[in-house]
Antibody, heavy 125, light 108 residues
Framework: QVQLVQSGAEVKKPGASVKVSCKAS????????MHWVRQAPGQGLEWMGI????????SYAQKFQGRVTMTRDTSTSTVYMELSSLRSEDTAVYYC??????????????????WGKGTTVTVSS | SSELTQDPAVSVALGQTVRITCQGD??????ASWYQQKPGQAPVLVIY???NRPSGIPDRFSGSSSGNTASLTITGAQAEDEADYYC???????????FGGGTKLTVL
């Protein structure tokens, strides 16, 4: 079955960087883009960006431009999200989610069909 | 602020019908997808495309769209439907994704 297994919880100091991994299994890794989404405590879901595991191309939300880097390793079917210059507001649960897209009746559609369980990142001095 | 707007909270009596809405200009060109999230859990896809349910999602969940508004309807709400619901679609540029602010559903 399709699975996304994320790395374990992290505690970082302000100004540091964190790198979260998401290992995919049960499908052809390079056939689906991967999103990264985060959720701060008590807040809503926030889309961070997306990576194409096939060629490695990325698109990031403007809010994270310059601070986030998404990469992939096709040999291990793993995508990574690295966030730098951490501050307390980056304390959140970080999720990876598989992208599915299509076209129907003059509308494009995009959705996230499988999610990882999340990785808690705590930024504290 | 999000480019997709949702009511922060909605309530429904057990067994009744509730509609959760999501507004945004991009919804004139892109279908929304809907996610259910219970406390301490990852989001779960409940509706995608025009009105499609993934395997395992009860048929009391349905989706619709008109103009700049997408809707998630739960017909005969159950206690286990109490959760946060998020819509997601493209942003106004059509190049990036965006989530609505979320709607907390209370089943009375």
């Amino acid at each position: 079955q399709v699975q996304l297994v994320q790395s374990g919880a992290e505690v970082k100091k302000p100004g540091a960087s964190v790198k979260v991994s998401c290992k995919a299994s049960g499908y052809t890794f390079t056939s689906y883009y991967m999103h990264w989404v985060r959720q701060a405590p008590g807040q809503g879901l926030e889309w961070m960006g997306i990576i194409n595991p096939s060629g490695g191309s990325t698109s990031y939300a403007q809010k994270f431009q310059g601070r986030v880097t998404m990469t992939r390793d096709t040999s291990t079917s793993t995508v990574y999200m690295e966030l730098s210059s951490l501050r307390s507001e980056d304390t959140a649960v970080y999720y990876c989610a598989r992208d599915v897209r299509g076209y129907y009746l003059n509308y494009y559609y995009y959705y996230m069909d499988v999610w990882g369980k999340g990785t808690t990142v705590t930024v504290s001095s | 602020s999000s480019e997709l707007t949702q009511d922060p909270a909605v309530s429904v009596a057990l067994g009744q019908t509730v509609r959760i809405t999501c507004q945004g200009d991009s919804l004139r060109s892109y279908y929304a997808s809907w996610y259910q999230q219970k406390p301490g859990q990852a989001p779960v896809l409940v509706i995608y495309g025009k009105n499609n349910r993934p395997s395992g999602i009860p048929d009391r969940f349905s989706g619709s769209s008109s103009g700049n508004t997408a809707s998630l309807t739960i017909t005969g709400a159950q206690a286990e439907d109490e959760a946060d619901y998020y819509c997601n679609s493209r942003d106004s540029s059509g190049n990036l994704q965006v989530f609505g602010g979320g709607t907390k559903l209370t089943v009375l």
